[in-house]
């Protein structure tokens, strides 16, 4: 009736359409009576949060663990129709890559198979990681559009839509539910997978002014957080990317877990740990610690020592691996562009700790060992009669120096040519080494390095007198607040250093202020070594 053809007409792809929404509503109505009977047996619901699942097919499986296999092969006979055909008209879902993905579905399947409340949360992407193909004896990949002709095994729950907020926009976040049908049972699990979409489908009013592509930019950024399974984050861009990926489906998952709890137990969070639990699978979905104690006090006016409590008993961590390569770190900076509304927690919890391992009376170099967190710190510098010779003969002096960053706080040294600026930040990545005097620094972080290109740029400074700013685990900025944006262009470009500049949100504005004030902000020390 779907399709307006009989069965006897119809193709083996119409075939196995109907059949999947057979399939599909006979597991819906599984689904509602195991939900039933665990929230009125008050069973503890588990949340697996996973940045992929490797699910495979979900037809051919489904017959299986349900017992209809050969009901429907029978069914499909009479028409002449073969279920195998069927089976290999299933794509694969592209919602994982290899280890990690199919771990994660073997998690969902297992609970489902032990009859356990168990529902996992990821991103419903709409391309795969990518499609092989191999043309003169060579891999290509090309995009894995696998929703291409739909999806009969993921429903669209427009009613559970929450919004997620990021520092330079707001999105929607749309559930799309997949069934995990245990072998021989009645315990039907759900895989919820989370659609970013544009809060408003297009602007209007740019359209009609004949801005097109301006009109559905909001759209097309919104739609980038769940477009591609791991994309590219060899830049700045990129790896935004990827926190808003990672912070997006964990708060969106966080807002449902928390709503489908009141819906049953209110307002009384001290069940919620009684009666959740959340296990972390990898580095991806940890953004969810803060992000938890952020929903709790900020929506559910809950006390932020309680919401900590209520943190520690609720989330499980897995972790895949120890190799340093493939621990995520976020900078301090990449957090505050992004998602800056759970910053401050992450350094109250860093706080947190330090006074633990201090009462705990834990030695300080087995503490620092256990701080070694995904924040870069900041760094102090002194520097006391410091003297340095170059090879020409020439020698600099610091006589009394002492300054101090916040991780990703701007350093501007302030003043006119040949007092030791450079010397200063050479010595501080450790270039060169001093001559005497004393050269003291404390840091956690990386400090950063300066490249060659960057080096030859303090030659090409206009009028003589450079101003040095930069980051802590950033690209290093060098620029002189007397020049002209034209000025300043021209040497990043003779410096090779231009891809900086266009890098950065506000482009060259980002660089120029009045004699070294207004940098990133505001956040800028002058530091004038006389």
């Given at each position: 009736?779907?399709?307006?053809?009989?069965?006897e007409?119809?193709?083996?792809e119409?075939?196995?359409?109907?059949?999947?929404?057979?399939?599909?509503?006979?597991?819906?109505?599984?689904?509602?009576?195991?939900?039933?009977?665990?929230?009125?047996?008050?069973?503890?619901q588990?949340?697996?949060m996973?940045?992929?699942?490797?699910?495979?097919?979900?037809?051919?499986?489904?017959?299986?663990?349900?017992?209809l296999?050969?009901?429907?092969?029978?069914?499909?006979?009479?028409?002449?129709?073969?279920?195998?055909n069927?089976?290999?008209?299933?794509?694969?879902?592209?919602?994982?890559?290899?280890?990690?993905?199919?771990?994660?579905?073997?998690?969902?399947?297992?609970?489902?198979?032990?009859?356990?409340?168990?529902?996992?949360?990821?991103?419903?992407?709409?391309?795969?990681?990518?499609?092989?193909?191999i043309?003169?004896?060579?891999?290509?990949?090309?995009?894995?559009?696998?929703?291409?002709?739909?999806?009969?095994?993921?429903v669209?729950i427009?009613?559970?839509?929450?919004?997620?907020?990021?520092?330079?926009?707001?999105?929607?976040?749309?559930?799309?539910?997949?069934?995990?049908?245990?072998?021989?049972?009645?315990?039907?699990?759900?895989?919820?997978?989370?659609?970013?979409?544009?809060?408003?489908?297009?602007?209007?009013?740019?359209?009609?002014?004949q801005?097109y592509?301006?009109?559905?930019?909001?759209?097309?950024?919104?739609?980038d957080?769940?477009?591609?399974?791991y994309?590219?984050?060899?830049?700045?861009?990129?790896?935004?990317?990827?926190?808003?990926?990672?912070?997006?489906?964990?708060?969106?998952?966080?807002?449902?877990?928390?709503?489908?709890?009141?819906?049953?137990?209110?307002?009384?969070?001290?069940?919620?740990?009684?009666?959740?639990?959340?296990?972390?699978?990898?580095?991806?979905p940890?953004?969810?610690?803060?992000?938890?104690?952020?929903?709790?006090?900020?929506?559910?006016?809950?006390?932020?020592?309680?919401?900590?409590?209520?943190?520690?008993?609720?989330f499980n961590?897995?972790?895949?691996?120890?190799?340093?390569?493939?621990?995520?770190?976020?900078?301090?900076?990449?957090?505050?562009?992004?998602?800056?509304?759970?910053?401050?927690?992450?350094?109250?919890?860093?706080?947190?700790?330090?006074?633990?391992?201090?009462?705990?009376?834990?030695d300080?170099?087995?503490?620092?060992a256990?701080?070694?967190?995904?924040?870069?710190?900041?760094?102090?510098?002194?520097?006391?009669?410091?003297?340095?010779?170059?090879?020409?003969?020439?020698?600099?002096v610091?006589?009394d120096?002492?300054?101090?960053?916040?991780?990703g706080?701007?350093?501007?040294?302030?003043?006119?040519?040949?007092?030791?600026?450079?010397?200063?930040?050479?010595?501080?990545?450790?270039?060169v080494?001093?001559?005497?005097?004393?050269?003291?620094?404390?840091?956690d972080?990386?400090?950063?390095?300066?490249?060659?290109?960057?080096?030859?740029?303090?030659?090409?400074?206009?009028?003589?007198?450079?101003?040095?700013?930069?980051?802590?685990?950033?690209?290093?900025?060098?620029?002189?607040?007397?020049?002209?944006e034209?000025?300043?262009?021209?040497?990043?470009?003779?410096?090779?250093?231009?891809?900086?500049?266009?890098?950065?949100?506000?482009?060259?504005?980002?660089?120029?202020g009045?004699?070294?004030?207004?940098?990133?902000?505001?956040?800028?020390?002058?530091?004038?070594i006389?």
């Amino acid at each position: 009736v779907r399709y307006g053809v009989t069965p006897e007409d119809a193709t083996d792809e119409q075939f196995y359409r109907a059949c999947s929404m057979i399939l599909r509503e006979i597991s819906d109505d599984h689904f509602d009576k195991f939900t039933k009977e665990t929230n009125e047996n008050g069973k503890k619901q588990v949340c697996y949060m996973c940045m992929e699942f490797l699910m495979g097919r979900s037809f051919k499986n489904t017959l299986y663990n349900i017992g209809l296999e050969s009901s429907f092969r029978t069914a499909l006979k009479k028409y002449g129709c073969k279920l195998e055909n069927l089976y290999e008209l299933e794509p694969d879902a592209g919602l994982g890559n290899g280890g990690l993905g199919r771990l994660a579905a073997c998690f969902l399947d297992s609970a489902a198979n032990l009859s356990l409340p168990l529902d996992g949360y990821g991103i419903r992407y709409k391309y795969g990681l990518f499609k092989q193909d191999i043309v003169n004896g060579f891999q290509t990949e090309t995009a894995d559009d696998w929703t291409k002709w739909g999806d009969p095994w993921s429903v669209r729950i427009e009613d559970d839509s929450v919004t997620v907020d990021f520092k330079d926009m707001s999105v929607k976040a749309v559930p799309y539910d997949m069934p995990i049908i245990g072998y021989g049972t009645g315990n039907i699990g759900t895989l919820r997978l989370w659609q970013s979409e544009s809060l408003a489908p297009f602007d209007f009013d740019l359209f009609n002014s004949q801005k097109y592509d301006k009109s559905v930019a909001l759209k097309n950024r919104a739609e980038d957080i769940s477009r591609v399974l791991y994309p590219n984050d060899d830049n700045n861009e990129g790896k935004k990317l990827r926190l808003k990926q990672q912070y997006f489906f964990s708060s969106a998952s966080l807002q449902d877990i928390i709503r489908k709890f009141k819906s049953i137990h209110g307002n009384d969070f001290d069940k919620f740990a009684e009666y959740i639990t959340i296990q972390l699978n990898d580095t991806h979905p940890v953004i969810s610690i803060p992000e938890l104690i952020r929903l709790l006090t900020e929506n559910e006016n809950v006390d932020f020592d309680f919401a900590v409590e209520i943190t520690k008993n609720v989330f499980n961590y897995t972790n895949h691996t120890i190799m340093q390569e493939a621990l995520e770190k976020w900078d301090v900076k990449t957090i505050k562009d992004t998602i800056p509304q759970v910053l401050d927690i992450i350094k109250k919890l860093d706080k947190m700790l330090k006074k633990e391992l201090k009462k705990a009376k834990i030695d300080k170099e087995k503490a620092e060992a256990m701080l070694k967190t995904a924040l870069e710190k900041g760094v102090t510098v002194s520097a006391k009669n410091v003297t340095y010779t170059y090879d020409g003969g020439e020698r600099a002096v610091l006589n009394d120096v002492n300054f101090s960053a916040a991780p990703g706080e701007t350093i501007a040294f302030v003043g006119p040519s040949g007092e030791g600026k450079t010397t200063l930040l050479r010595l501080i990545l450790g270039l060169v080494e001093p001559d005497s005097g004393k050269m003291e620094m404390e840091t956690d972080g990386e400090i950063i390095e300066v490249s060659d290109s960057t080096r030859r740029f303090c030659s090409y400074v206009p009028q003589g007198s450079a101003v040095f700013s930069g980051t802590v685990a950033d690209n290093l900025r060098i620029v002189n607040p007397n020049a002209t944006e034209e000025e300043i262009i021209d040497a990043l470009k003779i410096a090779d250093a231009w891809s900086f500049v266009e890098e950065l949100p506000l482009g060259i504005n980002t660089f120029i202020g009045e004699r070294g004030v207004n940098f990133s902000e505001g956040q800028i020390q002058r530091i004038s070594i006389a």
